[in-house]
């Protein structure tokens, strides 16, 4: 028997699991004070809705297989396709615009590098039904009160924002057409990622263009504030109108507070085709780790996966690179396991007294434990220590005939004699 799991995946202990769930439930915890609701669907989705939205080249990075009913299905490797099938089956009766997020697990067979695993699981926030640019706004803050919330502040990740249709348009304006604005976009995409020479010579290469045009398109990439996104449209005789819902997506995240956290950045293209409007990323300050999250508009993918035409914005917020920023920055908010208190019998006939005790903590929603067999106090106290109990509560024989318990504080070593009667009350049990 393998003494390992499967490459990719992982295997939760309690401490992980743990800081997992305490993960989770900041992220719900947001996504409530925002005003989302939570939905979740099935891990295995038929095959044709991901190659529906992807092409059959993804099947490679699936874990697909036929059932027994010679179905092509597939586990699920993102959420939208599952969310854009369950929207069109209740469209008419859903009020808008819709504010839906979900946790779910995904797997992908990738390579497997630091950040990326075959299985994660990911916030999912999304708003369907609004074409405005505060919907972007709103999501984007959603995503960075997300990760502020583990205690990360603005010199620890930052949220990248650019346009789509900004730097389609600035393409366009140097000539080039749909099919060569597509292949810069992959090659903007990797600015920040590989030599700019090498692109040049790639995108050249590709999109059948001379040196000085390939740099005049990747120079849209250099673009970081709006003062600059309007010397670019001025230089390439465009109105500032092509750039207002950006400015206007902007503006609405400073009012809210959070400019510290936003960076206009026009090499934010989103290499997936779907993208319509505003895209955004989130990366640690350093850039050391691939995005905490990624998203933006995608206003006609739901009519091409539902059959309904509704427009719609999200984010992806994975597990695994925004646990490695909170380790490296915050790790005092991992959670580890905790107990109200440990319940110490001295002798085996303190034990029913241990018991009644326990039971009457529990009742009161206190987390308790005792040890399971006689042992010394010694051993019982080093128990507690292990399992990070806040204090203990010793119970022996002179304890007993005075009706009180000994409570000691784990942290400092303070003792006090308790009257059981006001046990409960004096600690707020």
């Known amino acids: 028997m393998q003494s390992q799991g499967l490459p990719g995946f992982r295997d939760f202990f309690p401490d992980e699991t743990a800081?997992?769930?305490?993960?989770?439930a900041v992220w719900r915890s947001v996504a409530a004070r925002y005003g989302f609701e939570e939905y979740d669907g099935p891990p295995l989705e038929p095959l044709e809705l991901y190659t529906q939205k992807s092409g059959d080249e993804i099947v490679g990075q699936l874990y697909t297989f036929a059932?027994?009913?010679?179905?092509?299905?597939?586990?699920?490797?993102?959420?939208?396709?599952?969310?854009?099938?369950?929207?069109?089956?209740?469209?008419?009766?859903?009020?808008k615009p819709i504010r839906w997020f979900s946790i779910p697990q995904l797997f992908r067979y990738e390579r497997q590098q630091r950040g990326r695993l075959r299985e994660h699981f990911q916030l999912n926030m999304d708003i369907v039904g609004e074409p405005g640019p505060l919907a972007d706004a709103e999501l984007i803050a959603a995503a960075v009160d997300a990760v502020r919330a583990f205690g990360?502040?603005?010199?620890?990740?930052?949220?990248?924002?650019?346009?789509?249709?900004?730097?389609?348009?600035?393409?366009?304006?140097?000539?080039l057409t749909d099919s060569q604005i597509a292949i810069a976009y992959l090659h903007i995409d990797k600015l920040d990622r590989e030599e700019r020479q090498a692109l040049v010579e790639s995108l050249g290469r590709q999109?059948?263009?001379?040196?000085?045009?390939?740099?005049?398109?990747?120079?849209?990439?250099?673009?970081?504030?709006?003062?600059?996104?309007?010397?670019?449209?001025?230089g390439a005789s465009l109105d500032d109108e092509v750039g207002a819902e950006l400015a206007e997506c902007v503006d609405a995240l400073a009012a809210m507070g959070l400019a510290d956290f936003v960076d206009v950045d026009l090499s934010v293209v989103r290499g997936l085709a779907y993208y319509t409007g505003i895209v955004f990323e989130l990366f640690d300050a350093q850039r050391s780790l691939r995005s905490i999250c990624g998203g933006?508009?995608?206003?006609?993918?739901?009519?091409?996966?539902?059959?309904?035409?509704?427009?719609a914005t999200g984010f992806g917020m994975g597990d695994v690179v925004l646990g490695e920023v909170i380790k490296q920055h915050c790790p005092s908010t991992q959670p580890g396991p905790q107990l109200d208190a440990f319940l110490v019998a001295v002798t085996a006939e303190d034990l029913p007294h241990v018991l009644r005790l326990a039971h009457d903590l529990r009742e009161r929603g206190r987390a308790v434990e005792f040890a399971l067999k006689q042992q010394s106090v010694t051993k019982q106290f080093k128990l507690a220590a292990a399992r990070s109990a806040r204090r203990a509560v010793l119970?022996?024989?002179?304890?007993?005939?005075?009706?009180?318990?000994?409570?000691?504080?784990?942290?400092?070593?303070?003792?006090?004699?308790?009257?059981?009667?006001?046990?409960?009350?004096?600690?707020?049990?």
């Open 19 to 24: 800081f997992r769930n305490h993960m989770f």
């Open 67 to 95: 059932d027994k009913g010679g179905r092509a299905v597939s586990l699920r490797p993102e959420m939208t396709p599952t969310l854009a099938r369950m929207v069109a089956l209740r469209a008419r009766a859903l009020k």
């Open 152 to 175: 990360l502040t603005d010199q620890n990740f930052r949220a990248r924002i650019s346009d789509r249709r900004v730097a389609h348009a600035l393409l366009a304006a140097q000539g």
């Open 207 to 234: 999109a059948n263009l001379s040196a000085a045009a390939a740099e005049q398109v990747l120079d849209i990439g250099t673009v970081k504030d709006l003062e600059a996104l309007r010397a670019a449209l001025a």
């Open 296 to 311: 933006g508009r995608y206003d006609g993918l739901l009519k091409v996966l539902g059959g309904v035409d509704l427009p």
């Open 395 to 429: 119970i022996g024989p002179d304890e007993r005939v005075a009706g009180v318990v000994v409570v000691r504080d784990l942290e400092t070593g303070e003792e006090e004699r308790v009257e059981v009667s006001r046990l409960m009350e004096d600690y707020g049990w």
